[in-house]
């Protein structure tokens, strides 16, 4: 069964770069033809799909954070990773990584997700 599993700071402070990693067990992140999301969820708002990576390689972004995001991955250590550059406080959320068979995901409900890890960005 594959299970998704986050890390990395917990606070960021304001102009820096958030990154986390989803490490991923019980099936490779090359397995046809899934997508490997991040999504987050601001305190006390909604669900917010950030970007993908797909089994293939190719990235795909939220067009509303796509010149702030970058996501990437480590065939090697079955990881993906998500950079967010230029966090304001507005960025602090739960972040989620995610696979599922559809490219944009924001139900829990539909695949399969990590746990999910709280990131604060404050000075």
């Known amino acids: 069964q594959v299970q998704l599993q986050e890390s990395g700071p917990g606070l960021v402070k304001p102009s820096q770069t958030l990154s986390l990693t989803c490490t991923v067990s019980?099936?490779?992140?090359?397995?046809?033809?899934?997508?490997w999301s991040w999504i987050r969820q601001p305190p006390g708002k909604g669900l917010e799909w950030m970007g993908a990576i797909a089994y293939s390689g190719k990235d795909y972004y939220s067009p509303s954070l796509k010149s702030r995001t970058s996501i990437s991955r480590d065939t090697s250590k079955n990881q993906f990773t998500l950079q967010l550059s230029s966090v304001t406080p507005e960025d602090t959320a739960v972040y989620y990584c995610?696979?599922?068979?559809?490219?944009?995901?924001?139900?829990?409900?539909?695949?399969?997700w990590g746990q999910g890890t709280l990131v604060t960005v404050s000075s």
């Open positions: 995610a696979r599922d068979l559809k490219l944009v995901v924001s139900d829990p409900g539909q695949g399969v």
């Open positions: 019980g099936g490779s992140i090359t397995t046809n033809y899934y997508y």
